[in-house]
C-alpha cells in the first residue's frame, strides 16, 4: 500500500502568512493527489485535484505542486477562515490518506 | 445543490451487522461513482469502498474486504454500506462522498457523515 507522510503535523501562524505543507508518498503517484480542508464537526472539503488543479469556488490564495512523490499545498497569505486541519489524499486504484496538519493561531 | 444524507449508524456488538445508507439528490446520481470514507481520531481518514456509476465496479480497501459489501440503488438514488463482521476497529464516523468528474478517486462532495459503535 502507498503511504501518505505529512509533514508538519501542526503548524503555528498569522493572519497573512505564507503557509507550506508537504506531503510525500511511499512510491511515485504521478499527479494523483488531492488536497483537502477540514474544520471541526464538518466533513473534509476537497481544495485542489491531480497536484495543482484549484476546485471550483476555493479561493485563488491555495496552489498546489508537485509530482511523483512530493508535493506541497501553499496558502499565499493565511486567512482567518483557513484555521483547520489539512489533508492529502493519493487516489489511483486506490486510495490513502495522509495524517493531517492543523494550522492553528500563532 | 448537491446533498448527501447518510443514515444507519449505531451501537453494535462486536461480530454484529449494520447497513448504511446514503440519499443523494442534486445530480444525476448514476452518472457518478460513489465512495465510502471513514475517519477516527486516531486513525485519521480512511477510504473504504468505491462503486462506479452504474455499480458494475467495486474496489474495497483490504481492511474491509470480504465484510463490508457496496452497493447502489440509481432508481432510489441511494448508496449502501453493508458491514458484517464488525469489530471495534470499523468504529468511526462514516461519511459518503461522490467521485469527483473525470478520472481518479478524489471526493467532491461529502455527506456529514453517520457514526458507527462497535462495542459489548
Known amino acids: 500500500d502507498i503511504q501518505m507522510t505529512q509533514s508538519p503535523s501542526t503548524l503555528s501562524a498569522s493572519v497573512g502568512d505564507r503557509v507550506t505543507i508537504t506531503c510525500r508518498a511511499s512510491?511515485?503517484?504521478?499527479?494523483?493527489l488531492a488536497w483537502y480542508q477540514q474544520k471541526p464537526g464538518k466533513a473534509p472539503k476537497v481544495l485542489i485535484y491531480?497536484?495543482?488543479t484549484l476546485e471550483s469556488g476555493v479561493p485563488s490564495r491555495f496552489s498546489g505542486s508537485g509530482s511523483g512523490t512530493e508535493f506541497t499545498l501553499t496558502i499565499s497569505s493565511l486567512q482567518p477562515d483557513d484555521f483547520a486541519t489539512y489533508y492529502c489524499?493519493?487516489?489511483?486504484?486506490?486510495?490513502?490518506f495522509g495524517q493531517g496538519t492543523k494550522v492553528e493561531i500563532k | 445543490e448537491v446533498q448527501l444524507v447518510e443514515s444507519g449508524g449505531g451501537l453494535v456488538q462486536p461480530g454484529g451487522s449494520l447497513r448504511l445508507s446514503c440519499a443523494a439528490s442534486?445530480?444525476?446520481?448514476?452518472?457518478?461513482?460513489m465512495n465510502w470514507v471513514r475517519q477516527t481520531p486516531g486513525k485519521g481518514l480512511e477510504w473504504v469502498s468505491i462503486?462506479?456509476?452504474?455499480?458494475?465496479?467495486?474496489f474495497y480497501a483490504d481492511s474491509v474486504k470480504g465484510r463490508f459489501t457496496i452497493s447502489r440503488d440509481n432508481s432510489g438514488n441511494t448508496l449502501y454500506l453493508q458491514m458484517n463482521s464488525l469489530g471495534a476497529e470499523d468504529t468511526a464516523l462514516y461519511y459518503c462522498?461522490?467521485?469527483?468528474?473525470?478520472?481518479?478517486?478524489?471526493?467532491?462532495?461529502w455527506g456529514q457523515g453517520t457514526l458507527v459503535t462497535v462495542s459489548s
Open positions: 512510491q511515485s503517484i504521478s499527479s494523483w
Open positions: 489524499q493519493h487516489y489511483h486504484s486506490s486510495s490513502t
Open positions: 462503486i462506479s456509476g452504474s455499480g458494475g465496479t467495486k
Open positions: 462522498a461522490r467521485q469527483g468528474p473525470g478520472s481518479g478517486w478524489y471526493f467532491d462532495y
Open positions: 491531480k497536484a495543482s
Open positions: 442534486g445530480f444525476t446520481f448514476s452518472n457518478y461513482g
